[in-house]
């Protein structure tokens, strides 16, 4: 194991109870309420930011106002989703800090799995309704994670070719915010660490700034090649309509 990295394989903190009032038991820590509550954030937020993105031109022309929303949205996703939704949904959860040296160390926890039943015995109809309720919140768990960075990877692309220059570093921001937090899920649900010094913070860092440099680089070619077209083709966000055509 990488002196720089930690695996911890423990989730023992803040457990709730489950349903039936034990500490553990079928209904894993969480109860069915708390899993609609970490669905509808875990789905709410990252929505949110799409409908911003693609409808905002319906309501105004300002560049800045629909900007600040969808940032602040996908903030919001990335937070509730690295602190609440893995742990709750899935019983993962990822963070950094920094240790007495001052390098920053990052741990991965995972909740060890419910216990089998023992051979022979039978489980009740509740207990499972519940497993297959924890069941199926996993696998939506993992849907709106993986799809998020696949769709605001075909807005930058739709974006970028039809020179919506604005939008694109829009698109590029999200598409970092919701890749790192694939990037690292995996990492947790594989127990694994990063290699050769890599991690989310770093991946993002890098990717944005690429990303930056390259929408302001080809902004100024466009415009010393009396690209008045481009300029106002970026004020307005691509809508629905025009994605779907794309």
């Excluded at 194991?1 to 709730?16: G, K, N, P």
């Excluded at 969480?30 to 693609?54: C, T």
């Amino acid at each position: 194991m990488d002196s720089r990295d930690e695996v911890v394989l423990a989730l023992t903190d803040d457990i709730d109870t489950d349903e039936s009032g034990a500490s553990g038991g079928a209904a894993g820590p969480f109860g069915a309420s708390s899993r609609r509550f970490a669905l509808i954030g875990h789905f709410g937020f990252r929505v949110a930011a799409i409908i911003i993105y693609l409808f905002c031109s319906w309501f105004t022309y300002s560049f800045v106002l629909p900007f600040v929303l969808v940032l602040i949205t996908l903030a919001l996703d990335f937070w509730f989703v690295k602190n609440i939704s893995g742990r709750i949904l899935v019983g993962l959860r990822w963070s950094s800090y920094l240790d007495e040296n001052g390098q920053t160390r990052w741990r991965f926890d995972a909740r060890p799995p419910a216990p089998e039943p023992a051979q022979g015995v039978q489980l009740t109809r509740r207990e499972l309704a519940i497993r297959s309720s924890q069941a199926n919140a996993a696998r939506l768990f993992w849907i709106g994670l993986i799809a998020t960075p696949i769709v605001w990877c075909l807005f930058l692309l739709v974006a970028v070719f039809s020179l919506h220059l604005r939008w694109a570093l829009v698109s590029a921001m999200a598409l970092g915010m919701s890749a790192v937090n694939l990037f690292a899920y995996i990492r947790c649900r594989m127990s694994g660490t990063f290699g050769g010094g890599a991690t989310p913070s770093t991946l993002l860092a890098g990717f944005q700034a690429k990303m930056v440099r390259q929408m302001f680089s080809d902004l100024v070619s466009t415009i010393n090649k009396g690209g008045g077209f481009a300029k106002a083709s970026a004020n307005n966000p691509p809508t629905g309509s025009a994605t779907m055509e794309a």
